[in-house]
């Protein structure tokens, strides 16, 4: 730990022992002199568990109450909490909703503000996510309705008596009970094309359908069946209709033709199809994280929504704002020059503008688009990460938005100015130095420019080559943008330059950039990360004698890539990777995926042993790899990272492979997250210093 000290004559040396002191917990920051801050230190895995995860910002549409989720790390029960937090909107009479559920998502105040639904599984009898609703101001919490099945998502209805409510079908089988009172399992049968998801496990015969919950009677009725899925309900201004997303055909398991549907809100009502559109718009059978419900204009006779190109680019496709005629007619893209993803359309209160979120080279902004003319206008200045907004009366706003050395929060626009809510992380800000954080850009093998961030220690000194980290990003369709990353700031702080590059294949830079590794996975974009480091060894930054890279997911797949080409590195961490793509088929949530990119293997060998070529030319591997993966990945299974490790161990290689039981893609454990920081942490240190 290092304090940053001026020290000029003997008052300031005597501030600064006294400051030492205080590092070294011989003085308490309460003996500290009048007006003299505490020492700030570094990041340390400490922090991690003390970060808090802000998201969901929901705003009442009265314009009184802001709502927005807290996740934290229980370091005693070692799991993640997520509490309600509620504000005024002025920032005022902030507080933590007294709820004895722990993991609610999904936040949405009724339209008179009264009260606010959310979803939770804490305090059912069996974990399925129930409808809550809650008082803001009391923190009195009731299920309206016990529903047979988990509730993924809901939808207030104008007049805020009834919901649609999104219900999984009920477990495929309950188990029976064996003469000691514990439950046998039953065998799952799979008669599915899609059968398993990372998150859920494998697929039965359930299904994702529309419920009719009324308030005032207490019931639920059934507006949709059949062997398909709807998602992302949304109500008609006038509260007679709904619109939602569904993806249907004789096999809808085989094909990503999604279509927007509208239909009467009663029982037994028909759903009309509005529009259809092809692309992996929503992730499996579910609603992915950019996707968004289509959104009625304020008139009622238009619908918004996001639609995506030729299913063959499958994830590589950019994501367009498009309108529709609710009656009938053809649909029109807002923007059709745009080359960037668009998510989250919701429209204005005079219905001639919508409001959404683009990805835009390394940042992700709040836009303006004229609906007549497609005109975008921003409405923050800077470059930053605005990940979610809501909107209020008279187009009030809130966003939830981050810098690389800001964790996100819940802000309110005043003009293009940002008026901090939630300062969940003030304290922590209050005592740790963050790394600094530089765009730069470099020239790829090929001349294409290449994009991408580099953080830099606390103490970083001009003209010293530092150990330097390549960190990259899964996907590979997404970005490093202008928002806080733990991982990079923990690395920087421990003495290491972090670049993490947005290389082809990345989101942000349109269509073009995004295909150049369709079907070419660890050329062009293995090219662009070694030349990152070839461009910051000319610089002097980067000291070639050491130098690490990894990633999960695609990422910890890219780290394979560069290390089977390239030998200078001298140590890599390879998460939830694979380097075999044969032994992906089938054993992954990917199939549709990986058929529309690669074909069927035993119809396109060729492309899927090019890809491939990690694993069948193991041997050009020499850099000290580990490997990482969770147990009940099912988007990325642990059989790959074993198979990678086992072929680097066979040769002799220095290899480790670490496994984290019950975690999926992503670790809910707040211990295995701490963890697997950690030995990363380890493995570069030992492997990348004299």
Known sequence: MKAHLLTRGTAVRQRTAILLAALSGLVSAA???????????????????????????????????????????????????????????????????????????????????????????????????????????????????????????????????????????????????????????????????????????????????????????????????????????????????????????????RHDTFGIYVMDAVPGAPPRRLTTYQGSTYQGDAASDWASAPAWSPNGRTLAYVTAGDPRLVFYSVHQLAVVPVDGGPTRMVAPSLDRNVSLPRWSADGESLFAIVEEDGNSHLVRFDVRTGAVTRLLPGRHSTTAFDIGPRDSIVVLDSTPDRPAEVYRLA??????????????????????????????????????????????????????????????????????DFEQQFFAAHGYLVVAPNPRGSAGRGQAYATAIYRDWGNKDAADVISAIDSLVRRGLSDPRRLGIGGWSYGGMLTSYVIARDGRFGAAVAGASVSNMLASYGTDMYVREDEAELGQPWKNLDTWLKISFPFLEAERITTPTLFMCGALDYAVPCTNSEQMYQALRSLGRDTLLIVYPGQSHYFVRPSFRRDRLARELDWYDRHLHD
């Open 31 to 253: 003996d500290l002199p009048t007006g003299m801050a505490a020492p700030r230190s570094s990041l340390t895995l400490d922090d991690l568990m003390a970060l808090r995860e802000v998201a969901e910002p929901n705003l009442a549409r009265t314009g009184s109450w802001i709502a927005y989720t807290v996740t934290e790390s229980d370091v005693q029960e070692d799991r993640l909490r997520t509490a309600i937090w509620v504000t005024r909107v002025d920032g005022t009479q902030r507080k933590q909703l007294p709820l004895a559920q722990d993991d609610a998502a999904t936040l949405r105040f009724s339209p008179d503000g009264r009260r606010l639904g959310f979803l939770s599984g804490r305090g059912t009898r069996d974990g399925r996510a129930q409808l809550y609703l809650v008082d803001p101001q009391t923190g009195a919490a009731e299920i309206p309705v016990a529903l047979d099945g988990e509730v993924t998502d809901f939808a207030w209805a104008p007049d805020g008596r009834r919901l649609a409510v999104v219900v999984e079908d009920p477990l495929r089988s309950n188990p029976t009970a064996a003469p000691d009172g514990k439950p046998i399992p039953t065998p799952i049968v799979i008669d599915r094309f899609y059968f398993k998801e990372d998150g859920s496990g494998y697929l039965g015969k359930e299904r994702r359908h529309l419920f009719l919950v009324d308030l005032a009677r207490r019931t639920a009725e059934r507006l949709t069946d059949g062997p398909f899925d709807e998602v992302k309900p949304s109500w008609s201004p006038d509260g007679r209709r709904i619109a939602f997303v569904s993806k249907r055909g004789a096999d809808p398991d």
């Open 415 to 484: 003009g293009d100015r940002c008026l901090p809510i939630s300062q969940q992380n003030a304290a922590l800000l209050d005592r740790v130095i963050m790394g600094s954080v530089e765009e730069i850009s470099w020239p790829s093998t090929d001349g294409t420019i290449v994009r991408g961030f580099l953080t830099k220690p606390p103490d970083f000194t001009p003209g010293r080559a530092y150990p330097t980290l390549l960190h990259l990003h899964g996907g590979p369709t997404s970005q490093f943008d202008n928002g806080f």
